[in-house]
């Protein structure tokens, strides 16, 4: 194997809270309902800890540029300001940061108020994530939503008002007896807030989440289409660009730089309960990383013991890269896949020609691969080609 080289592109770090108000019944995340006081100080504490251990098992990662911080959850948002602060110095004092480093932290509309968010934009946050997920105060209640539309309209003003312009607002639709009114009524509520960016997807039934387990009547296929159709038409027609599965800008400074990096197939440290990373060691090799998943478990062990580290096999990369890459309107080149995974591009060739006959995949005039539009609608069906006998392990990106 041609290892891959040490990427030139700067660092990500995602920080992991992995506590919430009330679990809410469709998330698979690794959230927890807060129950006592919040132990801020001392996450905080571990956090660094995570870093501080990270960098001694790869002591080359203090030379390279941190572009993008992402807090997300759970709900980062209910850390007090001060504890963001000592988080964002102390990454900054481990790491160089570059300039205009991104820095998002995800907010439950109803935790956040005029006060706190004018503490996290001093403390260094420079991008908000706001979880509206709906603007329809009966469909917030079915889906277990403690905030109302009301929160989450105040909460973008005051957001702006504070100086985060950089604003995200995550928003689903096919929710439990919406109709495609309901979902248009929805993205015109979330475009009249002003953002930047919008993170608009399906909601779905994971297994291992009250959903899964008891259902929820949802949507039809045929109003799911209709609601996918008018709302992209929306987004379009208010000059949001769609470059992502599930997201939308409006224009290429405001996409999320974070995610991009994580799609891209580019490294990233991963802190606190549950969080996964992903590195590439100065060998070329590339190893996930994942910490214990329990915040009590994770606050009382030693750091060391926190993390497992997995290489991955070659055999699971190209899976790995496409994983991301396909998921990207832009795509990918053959020379990208090359150096970021080490292998020569002959190893997608018998799932690549796959995806082509199936009509999936498409190459542009400059040489990019990327899903078709047909692909992107059967993303699914069209990462299945690329799974090796052994299927590997995937991370996710946050929504927004």
Known sequence: MAHAQPHPEPLAVYAHVPWCVRKCPYCDFNSHPLRGPLP??????ALLEDLDADLAWQPSLRARPVASVFLGGGTPSLLPPEAVSRLLEGIAARLPLAPGCEITLEANPGTVDAARLRGLRAAGVNRLSLGAQSFDDALLGRIGRLHTAAETRAAAAAAQAAGLARLNLDLMYALPGQTP?????????????????????????????AFGRSPPPLPDEESVLAMEAQGRALLAAAGFTRYEVSAYA?????????????????????????????????????????????????????????????????????????????????????????ARTGLPAAALGPALRRAEAQGLVERTDGGRVRASARGFALLDSLLALFVPERAAEATRARPG
């Open 40 to 45: 801020a100080a001392a996450y905080v504490d």
């Open 250 to 338: 409006r224009g290429a400074d405001a996409r999320c730089r974070h995610n991009l990096a994580c799609w891209r197939f580019g490294d990233y440290l991963g802190l606190g309960a549950g969080a996964h990373g992903k590195l590439t060691q100065p060998d070329g090799r590339i190893v996930r990383t994942r910490r214990a998943r329990d915040p009590r478990r994770y606050l009382a062990a030693a750091p060391a013991t926190r993390v497992v580290r997995t290489p991955v096999p070659p055999r699971d990369l190209p899976l790995e890269f496409v994983l991301g890459a396909f998921r990207l309107a832009e795509g990918f080149t053959l020379a990208e896949f090359e």
């Open 181 to 209: 009114a309901g979902a248009e009524a929805d993205l015109r509520a979330a475009i009249a807030l002003g953002p930047e960016h919008i993170s608009w997807y399906q909601l779905t039934l994971e297994p291992n989440t």
